[in-house]
């Protein structure tokens, strides 16, 4: 996940720049896929995405997003259908909910409710956000401290056969937190988020930032539709750079409360026995929380820059199975393609070696950046939080600090040290002279 430090806060996204950017039509998906173009074809290796199939690259469009579709505001579904009533009733008043530290109590009064109703792949990402967020909520009601062990049945057999529905695991992931969780709030295009948990405004901010990071990236993902490799480059290099316009989200309210509300329960001291999901396992299961390393956008551009973080592979690899499985499909798919950098390298042409090289230093760039915002809502809020100069909002760790996942980042990696590394061989990846 992303956050920032700039001081707008009302995001519209009526306002976004061209080259090539389209709002989608209906179903919240930022991960746009790349379409065949007409005006050329004469596709050769260095041609962006130009080997992937047709097939595949419509199966990465979750259900509703439209490429070309103008907008439709107002028609993303927000609502799952009335059997579901106590499931949205609950996620609905998640803050206050949590807050009064009522939401156990709530949760085990849902009744059991079967996932068969739900019909198409619409209304499953939709029960898997809402679930995801319960659970969250649930698992980290009051903080690190008062963690519980068990998912009750209610809870977690519904989100076991949503998860398996859509090959998604059974916590809140950043296709949850991010690509499915925001509306429209009017026809000029202002967003909001769907569901929500405590930390009010800065929540809202981080959540929506983070959807504009995605979207900065569509122009770089959906160029293989056009033709010409400077042409690509230029745009893929415009979509990297745009990656780093960011809003406001207050540091103490992001380190003290929400994230813990995206922590999930592997690698972290504060659940190392992981969580029983009754009536679906006996044995504790174990998963990471919601990540920016399971964006989609960021794998896929650093297969098709040849990009290889030998030290961080198999954390990077694992993220992978917290993407939509058309997600993790196309990254994967653009893995196989042949190589884009050999294909530079094989051209001797000065000219694609400098474009390649912008690119490449562009993500570095952008990697750089996110670590001297990780600095600034991690390091430096946990030195003030320790100093007591916080003043962290409501929620479960009002007035103490976390530590468990101090030096962590929400996906249990050893978050400084794995930003370092993923950063420096993304430098390495420049084509040296």
Same mark, same amino acid.
């Given at each position: /996940?992303?956050?920032?430090? #700039?001081?707008?806060?009302?995001? &519209?996204?009526?306002?976004?720049?061209?080259?090539?950017?389209?709002?989608?039509?209906?179903?919240?998906?930022?991960?746009? $896929?790349?379409?065949?173009?007409?005006?050329?074809?004469?596709?050769?290796?260095?041609?962006?995405?130009?080997?992937?199939?047709?097939?595949?690259?419509?199966?990465?469009?979750?259900? @509703?997003?439209?490429?070309?579709?103008?907008?439709?505001?107002? $028609?993303?579904?927000?609502?799952?259908?009335?059997?579901?009533?106590?499931?949205?009733?609950?996620?609905?008043?998640?803050?206050?909910?949590?807050?009064?530290?009522?939401?156990?109590?709530?949760?085990?009064?849902?009744?059991?409710?079967?996932?068969?109703?739900?019909?198409?792949?619409?209304?499953?990402?939709?029960?898997?956000?809402?679930?995801?967020?319960?659970?969250?909520?649930?698992? *980290?009601?009051?903080?690190?401290?008062?963690?519980? %062990?068990?998912?009750?049945?209610?809870? &977690?057999?519904?989100?076991?056969?949503?998860?398996?529905?859509?090959?998604? !695991?059974?916590?809140?992931?950043?296709?949850?937190?991010?690509?499915?969780?925001?509306?429209?709030?009017?026809?000029?295009?202002?967003?909001?988020?769907?569901?929500?948990? !405590?930390?009010?405004?800065?929540?809202?901010?981080?959540?929506?930032?983070? +959807? +504009?990071?995605?979207?900065?990236?569509?122009?770089?993902?959906?160029? #293989?539709?056009?033709?010409?490799?400077? *042409?690509?480059? =230029?745009?893929?290099? $415009?979509?990297?750079?745009?990656?780093?316009?960011?809003?406001?989200?207050?540091?103490?309210?992001?380190? &003290?409360?929400?994230?813990?509300?995206?922590?999930? *329960? %592997?690698?972290?001291?504060?659940?190392? #026995?992981?969580?029983?999901?009754?009536?679906?396992?006996?044995?504790?299961?174990?998963?990471?929380?919601?990540?920016?390393?399971? $964006?989609?956008? +960021?794998?896929?551009?650093?297969? +098709?820059?040849?990009?290889?973080?030998?030290?961080?592979?198999?954390?990077?690899?694992? /993220?992978?199975?917290?993407?939509?499985?058309?997600?993790?499909?196309?990254?994967?798919?653009?893995?196989?393609?042949?190589?884009?950098?050999?294909?530079?390298?094989?051209?001797?042409?000065?000219?694609?070696?400098?474009?390649?090289?912008?690119?490449?230093?562009?993500?570095?760039?952008?990697?750089?950046?996110?670590?001297?915002?990780?600095? %600034?809502?991690?390091?430096?809020? =946990?030195?003030?939080?320790?100093?007591?100069?916080?003043?962290?909002?409501?929620?479960?760790?009002?007035?103490?600090?976390?530590?468990?996942?101090?030096?962590?980042?929400? @996906?249990?990696?050893?978050?400084?040290?794995?930003?370092?590394?993923?950063?420096?061989?993304?430098?390495?990846?420049?084509?040296?002279?």
């Amino acid at each position: /996940m992303f956050c920032e430090g #700039g001081r707008r806060q009302h995001v &519209a996204l009526a306002q976004h720049r061209g080259g090539g950017c389209v709002v989608p039509s209906a179903r919240p998906c930022f991960l746009h $896929s790349p379409t065949s173009s007409s005006a050329d074809t004469r596709l050769s290796p260095g041609h962006i995405f130009s080997c992937l199939s047709p097939e595949l690259l419509r199966s990465c469009v979750l259900p @509703g997003c439209a490429l070309t579709a103008p907008p439709s505001p107002l $028609s993303t579904k927000t609502e799952l259908p009335a059997p579901y009533g106590p499931w949205m009733e609950i996620a609905h008043d998640l803050p206050r909910l949590i807050t009064s530290h009522r939401l156990r109590s709530h949760v085990h009064q849902m009744p059991q409710l079967s996932a068969r109703h739900l019909r198409g792949r619409e209304e499953l990402h939709l029960a898997h956000l809402v679930l995801s967020f319960i659970t969250m909520g649930y698992l *980290w009601q009051e903080g690190e401290e008062g963690t519980v %062990k068990v998912l009750p049945q209610n809870l &977690a057999v519904p989100f076991w056969e949503v998860s398996q529905a859509l090959g998604l !695991p059974p916590i809140l992931s950043h296709a949850d937190f991010v690509l499915a969780n925001w509306r429209r709030k009017n026809p000029n295009g202002n967003l909001d988020t769907i569901i929500s948990l !405590p930390g009010a405004e800065s929540l809202r901010g981080f959540i929506l930032v983070t +959807l +504009l990071v995605e979207k900065a990236a569509v122009p770089g993902i959906k160029v #293989g539709g056009c033709c010409r490799a400077l *042409w690509v480059f =230029a745009h893929l290099e $415009s979509a990297l750079r745009e990656l780093n316009a960011f809003y406001f989200v207050d540091p103490a309210v992001f380190y &003290a409360v929400i994230r813990i509300f995206l922590s999930g *329960w %592997k690698d972290n001291p504060a659940m190392p #026995g992981g969580l029983v999901y009754e009536g679906v396992s006996d044995e504790p299961l174990a998963y990471s929380g919601g990540s920016a390393a399971q $964006s989609t956008v +960021l794998h896929a551009f650093d297969e +098709l820059l040849g990009i290889r973080h030998s030290e961080e592979t198999a954390f990077l690899h694992r /993220m992978r199975h917290y993407m939509p499985p058309p997600h993790r499909a196309f990254v994967e798919e653009i893995h196989r393609a042949p190589s884009l950098r050999q294909h530079v390298l094989s051209s001797g042409d000065a000219r694609l070696c400098a474009a390649f090289n912008r690119c490449v230093s562009a993500l570095a760039d952008f990697r750089s950046y996110h670590i001297t915002i990780v600095t %600034k809502y991690i390091a430096v809020a =946990a030195a003030k939080a320790k100093a007591g100069r916080a003043e962290p909002g409501d929620g479960p760790a009002a007035g103490k600090p976390p530590s468990a996942l101090e030096a962590k980042g929400t @996906g249990g990696s050893h978050i400084f040290s794995f930003l370092k590394s993923v950063r420096d061989t993304t430098r390495e990846g420049l084509i040296r002279a």
